[in-house]
């Protein structure tokens, strides 16, 4: 029986069936048909009904809701799967109306399943007027979403209550978090074509933002002059991977990187205070910076930072091999970055949607404004529970996938750190192709921008002439001397190869790199 509320609803919702019959029908029908998802439950069978009887009377009004709406949205299971049947036939270029749903379900033989070929006659004709169908699709997945809510905590003290070795409270909030962003995305419309007009405001949007910096780029500025030149900034949206075979430094050059975005921001900042400048312009330079690290821990690359900026090296620190001067020095450097707007995650086995989760919560802290994100490294981040795959190219593909979406969700730039095959080690000349990523179809496919980090003095410290049977001391001397100029000539140089640029051009840049600082820095 329906209840007054329910009536009630029907005749004031904003984009209503005025009509005394249709309500009457609708009282009908739902006595008849209908399927309860339990009393308790929010849901509105009369605005199900009239979305359904709107579409069958007008299938131009598929298009308004076809994008956000699903039948698994509806209260009532057989009217999701009309408005399936609905939606089918309306794409296809295909009348749907009683007559054509009834064949339709005739043939998939569960006809009697949705309510028989009367109920769906009688719902068709109980369209005596149009109806708004968006504003109806959202009160649909309002309510389907409720429900949703409901199952969840329902869930969510399910799992509290038992105790699992595998999985500590930290855990199932974590879970929850990913579980209510999913519900949060479900439903909701996103994208759609733009005017030119306005993709051309955004156009010279970027232009303008490039001459208001200092630095001329107009995204995230990596604060190495050549690769910013190249790439203008790591750009909002862009999923940049670096890559690189073990011992070329690429954790060090990211650890660099995120060090300089984060101190070009406190820069900005504080000139901005000074200037009596609004310290969230758009205009703002370098980025806060999130660093996800699955390899090292967050003292590690602490202690790398702290190395790089103080001068004095880091295993010295680490053994306490320090004097007095060394000691001031990085005193003062550790002071300096006390304020640096620079996080640090070394959480084990990240999956894919808890760093998007906590990404995200760092995006609605107020006043923090996450503008990079680095990951450390793509291989370690682990399958989503219940989806690990045999197949390791399709999980890589899974990751990837993820990280290209969080990138243009959050729009912030997220740099991937990414192992190479050993494939590079077979061959004469040992700097990286695309083709040498590791499970690099999807990589190289989802990836605007790939670099590779190669420094050449390593591999030529591992070629280190040794004496020949039967050879002459001179003529050993010979080959070691022309070793030795070659190894000079190399000495505190990288490179980093810009294989693909979906912007522009690519091309490779030279870097001073000092390995006991793990330092990267440009060449003059």
Same mark, same amino acid.
């Given at each position: 029986m329906i209840t007054q509320t329910r009536t009630e609803t029907i005749?004031?919702?904003?984009?209503?069936?005025?009509?005394?019959?249709?309500?009457?029908?609708?009282q009908n029908l739902l006595m008849e048909t209908e399927s309860k998802p339990g009393d308790?439950?929010?849901?509105?069978?009369?605005?199900?009904?009239g979305l359904l009887a709107t579409l069958l009377a007008n299938n131009a009004a598929v298009e308004k809701v076809a994008e956000t709406l699903e039948p698994e949205h509806f209260a009532d299971s057989r009217h999701g799967r009309i408005y399936d049947a609905i939606r089918r036939l309306a794409i296809a270029g295909r009348q749907a109306n009683a007559l054509t749903l009834r064949a339709y379900f005739q043939h998939d033989d569960s006809l009697t399943d949705v309510g028989g070929a009367t109920y769906l006659a009688r719902l068709q004709a109980a369209a005596v007027t149009l109806i708004n169908a968006s504003d109806y699709a959202e009160r649909i997945i309002d309510l389907f979403r409720r429900r949703a809510l409901i199952a969840l905590g329902n869930e969510l003290v399910d799992r509290a209550r038992r105790f699992a070795l595998d999985e500590t409270s930290l855990d199932q909030i974590a879970a929850a978090e990913t579980s209510l962003f999913e519900l949060a995305e479900r439903g909701r419309m996103n994208g759609g074509p733009i005017a030119f007009v306005k993709a051309l405001g955004s156009a010279i949007d970027i232009a303008e933002l490039a001459f208001r910096r200092e630095s001329a780029t107009t995204g995230v500025t990596t604060g190495f002059n050549r690769i910013d030149r190249i790439l203008g900034g790591l750009q909002r949206s862009d999923l940049v991977i670096l890559a690189g075979r073990p011992a070329m430094g690429k954790t060090a050059l990211a650890t660099n990187i995120a060090f300089n975005a984060a101190r070009a921001r406190l820069a900005w900042r504080d000139k901005a205070i000074v200037d009596g400048l609004d310290t969230a312009d758009v205009g703002a330079e370098g980025a806060v910076v999130a660093f996800f690290s699955l390899e090292m821990s967050a003292d590690q690359l602490a202690n790398r930072i702290l190395a790089e900026r103080s001068g004095v090296p880091s295993d010295k620190i680490r053994r306490g091999e320090v004097n007095a001067d060394d000691f001031v020095a990085f005193a003062q450097a550790a002071n300096e970055m006390t304020r640096l707007p620079l996080y640090i995650d070394d959480t084990p086995g990240l999956? =894919?949607?808890? %760093?998007?989760?906590?990404?995200?919560?760092?995006?609605?802290t107020p006043g923090l404004g996450l503008g990079l994100i680095v990951v450390d490294y793509l291989q370690l981040l682990s399958s989503p529970t219940g989806s690990r795959s045999e197949n390791r190219v399709q999980e890589i593909s899974a990751i990837t996938r993820g990280?290209?979406?969080?990138?243009?969700?959050?729009? =912030?730039?997220? %740099?991937?750190?990414s192992q190479l095959s050993r494939a590079v080690e077979m061959r004469e000349d040992k700097r990286p192709q695309l083709a040498d990523l590791r499970e690099s179809g999807t990589i190289e496919q989802d990836a605007d921008v790939v670099m590779f980090v190669y420094r050449d003095e390593y591999y030529h410290q591992q070629s280190k002439p040794q004496p020949r049977p039967s050879e002459t001391q001179s003529a050993f001397n010979d080959r070691f001397q022309l070793w030795q100029e070659r190894a000079e000539e190399m000495a505190g140089k990288a490179e980093v190869i810009v294989a693909k640029h979906r912007h522009g051009s690519t091309g490779i840049v030279e870097l001073g790199f000092e390995a006991v600082?793990?330092?990267?820095?440009d060449l003059a």
């Open positions: 005749k004031n919702i904003p984009l209503r069936i005025t009509s005394e019959f249709v309500v009457e029908e609708a308790d439950l929010p849901h509105d069978f009369e605005i199900e009904m999956t =894919v949607s808890a %760093l998007r989760t906590r990404a995200r919560r760092m995006v609605r990280l290209k979406m969080l990138a243009k969700e959050l729009g =912030v730039p997220v %740099l991937a750190l600082l793990t330092k990267f820095s």
